[in-house]
C-alpha cells in the first residue's frame, strides 16, 4: 500500500493533539504579573509537551522518508503509536495541574514511555517487513536515542513516585536529549 495516506492521517492526528493541548490553556484571571503564577506550571508542562509532540512528528518524517510502501500491519503498528501520542494532552493537564504530586507526573512518563517503545515497534514492524527503501538503514544515534530515552523514561516513574519534580527533571533530560542536533547517518 501508497504510505501517503498514512502519513497524512498521522500528520492530522498529530495537528488534532497539538490543538487540544493548547485549548487546554487557560488564561490568566488578571493583567498584572503575578497572576501568571498559578498558570506557569500548565504553561511550562504544556511547552515540554509541545517539544515531545513536535520530536515525534519529526522523527515519524523522518522515519517514513525511508518507507517505501506501509501494510496492515505497519499501519496498526502507526495507529498504536498515535494512540499513545494522543495521550498526551490528558497527562500534560493532569501533571500540568499536579506539577508536586506523584501520580500524575509519573503517568506522564508512562504516557512518554510507551510512545518511545511505540515509536520503536513501529520502526522494527517496518524494517521487519521490509517496508524500508534498499539501502535505508537505521541510524545509529537514533537507536542510541531511543535506547537511551526508554531508560531514562523508565526511571523517570520510580522517580516521580518518590518525588514528582525529580521525574519531570529526567522528562525535560530527554527532551534535550532529542533537540540536540545530530550526526548525519
Known amino acids: 500500500m501508497n504510505k501517503v495516506r498514512l502519513e497524512a492521517f498521522s500528520d492530522g492526528v498529530i495537528a488534532i493533539i497539538i490543538t487540544i493541548m493548547v485549548l487546554e490553556l487557560k488564561t490568566p484571571h488578571g493583567a498584572a504579573p503575578h497572576y ?3 498558570v506557569l506550571p500548565v504553561l511550562l508542562r504544556y511547552l515540554l509537551s509541545f517539544i515531545y ?3 515525534y512528528w519529526i522523527n515519524h518524517h523522518y522515519l517514513f522518508d525511508r518507507v517505501r510502501e506501509v501494510d496492515g500491519v505497519a499501519m496498526w503498528a502507526n495507529l498504536h503509536l498515535l494512540f ?24 506522564y512518563g508512562v504516557v512518554l514511555l510507551m510512545c518511545s517503545i511505540g515509536f520503536v515497534v513501529l520502526d522494527d ?3 521487519r517487513r521490509g517496508a524500508m527503501h534498499a539501502g ?3 541510524p545509529s544515534w537514533m537507536e542510541r536515542k531511543n535506547l537511551a530515552s526508554i531508560l531514562l523514561y523508565a526511571l523517570a516513574i520510580p522517580l516521580a ?3 514528582a519534580p525529580a521525574g519531570s527533571v529526567v522528562h525535560v533530560v530527554v ?3 532529542w533537540l540536540r542536533p545530530r550526526a548525519h547517518a
Open 36 to 38: 501568571l503564577a498559578p
Open 175 to 177: 527532551a534535550l536529549l
Open 161 to 163: 513516585l518518590w518525588y
Open 125 to 127: 514492524v517496518l524494517r
Open 53 to 55: 509532540v513536535g520530536i
Open 84 to 107: 499513545w501520542i494522543s495521550l498526551i494532552p490528558f497527562v500534560t493537564a493532569w501533571a500540568g495541574e499536579h506539577p508536586f504530586d506523584s501520580l500524575p507526573v509519573a503517568m
Open 136 to 138: 535505508a538503514a537505521r
